[in-house]
Protein backbone atom coordinates (compact mmCIF):
# COMPACT_ATOMS: atom_id res chain seq x y z
CA UNK A 1 0.00 0.00 0.00
CA UNK A 2 1.36 3.22 -1.03
CA UNK A 3 1.97 6.26 1.12
CA UNK A 4 -0.51 8.12 -0.19
CA UNK A 5 -3.16 5.55 0.30
CA UNK A 6 -2.14 4.61 4.15
CA UNK A 7 -2.81 8.42 4.46
CA UNK A 8 -6.14 8.63 3.16
CA UNK A 9 -7.06 5.33 5.07
CA UNK A 10 -6.12 6.70 8.28
CA UNK A 11 -8.41 9.88 8.25
CA UNK A 12 -11.04 8.34 9.88
CA UNK A 13 -8.87 7.33 12.90
CA UNK A 14 -7.66 11.03 13.59
CA UNK A 15 -8.94 14.44 14.54
CA UNK A 16 -9.50 16.47 11.31
CA UNK A 17 -7.05 19.20 13.46
CA UNK A 18 -3.98 17.05 13.32
CA UNK A 19 -4.67 14.67 10.10
CA UNK A 20 -3.02 17.59 7.68
CA UNK A 21 0.05 17.21 9.91
CA UNK A 22 0.07 14.01 9.67
CA UNK A 23 -0.58 13.40 6.39
CA UNK A 24 2.52 15.62 5.44
CA UNK A 25 4.79 13.97 7.85
CA UNK A 26 4.44 10.78 6.63
CA UNK A 27 4.95 12.07 2.77
CA UNK A 28 7.74 14.11 3.72
CA UNK A 29 9.40 10.89 5.62
CA UNK A 30 8.59 8.74 2.70
CA UNK A 31 11.06 10.83 0.95
CA UNK A 32 13.85 10.03 3.43
CA UNK A 33 16.97 7.64 4.18
CA UNK A 34 15.37 5.54 6.99
CA UNK A 35 19.29 5.37 8.09
CA UNK A 36 20.74 8.71 7.25
CA UNK A 37 17.65 11.17 7.03
CA UNK A 38 19.37 12.55 3.84
CA UNK A 39 17.05 12.94 0.40
CA UNK A 40 16.44 9.51 -1.07
CA UNK A 41 18.01 9.11 -4.71
CA UNK A 42 14.68 9.80 -6.94
CA UNK A 43 13.64 13.32 -4.12
CA UNK A 44 17.58 14.53 -4.31
CA UNK A 45 17.74 14.02 -8.19
CA UNK A 46 14.56 16.18 -8.50
CA UNK A 47 15.98 18.89 -6.49
CA UNK A 48 19.69 18.58 -7.81
CA UNK A 49 17.56 19.31 -11.58
CA UNK A 50 16.26 22.55 -10.22
CA UNK A 51 19.23 23.81 -8.58
CA UNK A 52 21.42 22.56 -11.41
CA UNK A 53 19.89 25.60 -13.18
CA UNK A 54 21.58 27.81 -11.09
CA UNK A 55 24.68 29.93 -11.85
CA UNK A 56 27.73 28.23 -9.72
CA UNK A 57 26.21 25.15 -9.32
CA UNK A 58 28.13 22.36 -8.27
CA UNK A 59 27.48 18.41 -8.13
CA UNK A 60 29.18 16.87 -5.91
CA UNK A 61 29.81 12.95 -5.72
CA UNK A 62 31.55 11.09 -2.13
CA UNK A 63 32.38 7.40 -1.43
CA UNK A 64 33.86 6.58 2.12
CA UNK A 65 36.69 4.89 1.60
CA UNK A 66 37.61 1.80 3.57
CA UNK A 67 33.94 1.22 4.45
CA UNK A 68 33.72 -2.38 3.95
CA UNK A 69 36.61 -3.00 6.06
CA UNK A 70 35.45 -1.23 9.01
CA UNK A 71 31.68 -3.53 8.66
CA UNK A 72 33.61 -6.25 8.61
CA UNK A 73 35.70 -5.63 11.59
CA UNK A 74 33.81 -3.25 13.98
CA UNK A 75 30.19 -4.86 12.59
CA UNK A 76 26.95 -3.19 10.88
CA UNK A 77 26.10 -0.60 14.23
CA UNK A 78 29.41 0.74 13.59
CA UNK A 79 29.17 1.20 10.13
CA UNK A 80 25.55 2.95 10.75
CA UNK A 81 26.68 5.00 13.05
CA UNK A 82 29.63 6.39 10.66
CA UNK A 83 27.52 6.75 7.61
CA UNK A 84 24.89 8.43 10.03
CA UNK A 85 27.74 10.90 11.34
CA UNK A 86 29.16 11.27 7.41
CA UNK A 87 25.09 12.09 6.52
CA UNK A 88 25.36 14.92 9.12
CA UNK A 89 28.58 16.47 7.92
CA UNK A 90 27.45 16.51 4.75
CA UNK A 91 23.95 18.18 5.11
CA UNK A 92 25.49 21.22 7.53
CA UNK A 93 27.81 21.79 4.80
CA UNK A 94 25.61 21.60 2.22
CA UNK A 95 23.41 23.91 4.08
CA UNK A 96 26.03 26.76 4.10
CA UNK A 97 26.69 26.60 0.85
CA UNK A 98 22.99 26.81 0.00
CA UNK A 99 22.65 23.40 -1.31
CA UNK A 100 21.12 19.80 -0.60
CA UNK A 101 22.33 16.25 0.12
CA UNK A 102 21.04 12.53 -0.74
CA UNK A 103 22.28 9.15 -0.26
CA UNK A 104 22.30 7.20 -3.47
CA UNK A 105 22.93 3.79 -1.71
CA UNK A 106 25.32 1.84 0.36
CA UNK A 107 28.43 4.26 1.29
CA UNK A 108 27.87 6.72 -1.54
CA UNK A 109 26.50 9.75 -1.20
CA UNK A 110 25.79 13.06 -3.36
CA UNK A 111 25.10 16.68 -2.93
CA UNK A 112 24.88 19.95 -5.23
CA UNK A 113 25.37 22.99 -3.78
CA UNK A 114 25.27 26.92 -5.22
CA UNK A 115 28.49 28.92 -3.27
CA UNK A 116 27.95 32.65 -3.92
CA UNK A 117 32.15 32.69 -4.67
CA UNK A 118 32.50 30.31 -6.88
CA UNK A 119 36.47 30.45 -6.82
CA UNK A 120 36.45 29.37 -2.75
CA UNK A 121 35.28 25.81 -4.66
CA UNK A 122 38.99 24.20 -3.74
CA UNK A 123 38.54 25.58 0.39
CA UNK A 124 35.54 24.36 0.15
CA UNK A 125 36.07 21.05 -0.87
CA UNK A 126 38.80 20.85 1.32
CA UNK A 127 37.05 22.10 4.28
CA UNK A 128 33.96 18.98 3.76
CA UNK A 129 36.76 16.41 2.87
CA UNK A 130 38.25 17.22 6.23
CA UNK A 131 34.68 17.24 8.57
CA UNK A 132 34.08 13.90 6.74
CA UNK A 133 37.48 12.24 7.64
CA UNK A 134 37.61 13.16 10.92
CA UNK A 135 37.19 9.64 13.58
CA UNK A 136 33.85 8.82 14.36
CA UNK A 137 33.26 8.41 17.91
CA UNK A 138 31.88 4.84 18.63
CA UNK A 139 31.57 3.33 22.15
CA UNK A 140 34.85 3.76 23.70
CA UNK A 141 36.97 4.09 20.79
CA UNK A 142 36.96 6.67 17.55
CA UNK A 143 36.39 4.97 14.01
CA UNK A 144 39.25 6.09 11.33
CA UNK A 145 37.47 7.27 8.23
CA UNK A 146 38.34 7.92 4.68
CA UNK A 147 36.52 9.40 2.05
CA UNK A 148 36.95 10.32 -1.76
CA UNK A 149 35.46 12.93 -3.28
CA UNK A 150 34.33 14.17 -7.25
CA UNK A 151 33.17 17.75 -8.21
CA UNK A 152 31.79 18.99 -11.38
CA UNK A 153 30.51 22.96 -11.82
CA UNK A 154 28.04 23.30 -14.23
CA UNK A 155 30.41 25.41 -15.89
CA UNK A 156 31.94 22.25 -16.95
CA UNK A 157 29.26 20.38 -18.90
CA UNK A 158 27.44 21.87 -22.03
CA UNK A 159 23.78 21.84 -20.43
CA UNK A 160 22.23 22.02 -17.39
CA UNK A 161 21.59 18.23 -17.77
CA UNK A 162 22.22 16.50 -13.99
CA UNK A 163 23.11 12.87 -15.11
CA UNK A 164 25.82 14.36 -17.09
CA UNK A 165 26.89 16.90 -14.06
CA UNK A 166 26.84 13.18 -11.80
CA UNK A 167 28.75 11.17 -14.42
CA UNK A 168 31.62 13.91 -14.29
CA UNK A 169 31.82 14.45 -10.95
CA UNK A 170 32.05 10.80 -10.45
CA UNK A 171 35.12 10.46 -12.76
CA UNK A 172 36.71 12.76 -10.69
CA UNK A 173 35.58 10.86 -7.26
CA UNK A 174 37.60 7.65 -9.22
CA UNK A 175 40.65 9.68 -9.89
CA UNK A 176 40.98 10.74 -5.61
CA UNK A 177 40.00 6.94 -5.15
CA UNK A 178 43.21 5.69 -7.21
CA UNK A 179 45.30 8.52 -5.65
CA UNK A 180 44.50 6.99 -2.36
CA UNK A 181 41.33 9.76 -1.54
CA UNK A 182 41.13 13.29 -1.17
CA UNK A 183 38.89 15.27 -3.85
CA UNK A 184 39.07 16.46 -7.97
CA UNK A 185 37.43 18.83 -9.71
CA UNK A 186 36.41 17.51 -13.28
CA UNK A 187 38.64 18.30 -15.82
CA UNK A 188 39.62 17.20 -19.39
CA UNK A 189 37.33 14.92 -21.59
CA UNK A 190 35.04 12.98 -20.79
CA UNK A 191 35.73 9.38 -19.76
CA UNK A 192 34.66 6.36 -21.94
CA UNK A 193 31.74 4.45 -20.48
CA UNK A 194 30.21 0.88 -20.66
CA UNK A 195 26.51 0.34 -20.84
CA UNK A 196 26.28 4.34 -19.68
CA UNK A 197 28.50 3.75 -17.08
CA UNK A 198 32.08 5.03 -16.26
CA UNK A 199 34.54 2.38 -16.83
CA UNK A 200 35.84 0.63 -14.09
CA UNK A 201 32.33 0.90 -12.08
CA UNK A 202 31.22 -2.02 -10.69
CA UNK A 203 28.39 -3.76 -13.12
CA UNK A 204 30.50 -2.63 -16.16
CA UNK A 205 32.80 -5.31 -17.46
CA UNK A 206 35.38 -3.02 -18.85
CA UNK A 207 38.79 -3.10 -17.16
CA UNK A 208 40.06 0.07 -18.49
CA UNK A 209 41.09 2.91 -16.02
CA UNK A 210 40.93 6.68 -15.60
CA UNK A 211 44.41 8.00 -15.39
CA UNK A 212 44.09 11.00 -13.33
CA UNK A 213 46.58 13.25 -11.13
CA UNK A 214 46.58 15.86 -8.60
Not at 54 to 66: F, I, N, Q, S
Not at 162 to 169: G, T, V
Not at 181 to 191: L, R, S, V, Y
Request: glycine fraction near 10%; proline fraction near 5%; include cysteine.
Amino acid sequence: MSVVTTALAAAGAVGWSGQAAWMRHRLHAAHRDPLTRLWTRETFTARARRLLRKEGAVVLLVDMDGFKDLNDTHGHAAGDTVLMTAAQRLSTWCAVLNGVAGRLGGDEFAAIITPQVPGDLPFDLHNIHQALTEPVPYEREELPVGASLGACPREDIPEARFDLALRRADEAMYRAKRSGGGWFIADGPMAATVNGRRAGRPGTHDTRHVEGGA
